[in-house]
């Protein structure tokens, strides 16, 4: 399910409990979010953030007592086809956490430096993320 503007106060108060980058959530479009609910609760979210061609993938949060159950990565498929459907031929992300999950989804790293410039310029690589993050790369093919 994608997320609506009435969504935005409950993703940002997942990433908060999850102690994610949630300051510029406002500002982002919302079309591009992706949402696991529980009723009508926010349990899982995965955005992207789109830079030309490439995109950034932004906030995967699971609620703590959700993990475990598959949220993640039928979060992170359905987020694939969004970015296929638009497009996107590229996927990136910084994490502090998620490497192992997302070395398994087929990412690998890559020097901050090497990212394009169109994600250096996205606030959560200049401010967001801390320069400790790992930044990681996958090709979706033409």
Known sequence: MTAVVEDREPIIGLLKKCRLPNDDIGSLNLDHFILAKNEHQIVGVIGLEICGPSGLIRSMAVEPQQRGKGIARALYLK???????????????????????FKQQGFNKIERGKLPN?????????????????????????
């Open 79 to 101: 987020l694939i086809g969004h970015a296929k459907e638009l497009g996107i031929q590229n996927l990136y992300l910084l994490t502090n956490t998620a490497e192992s999950f």
């Open 118 to 142: 169109a994600i250096q310029a996205t606030r959560e690589f200049q401010s967001l993320c801390p320069e400790s993050a790992i930044a990681m790369f996958f090709g979706l093919g033409s």
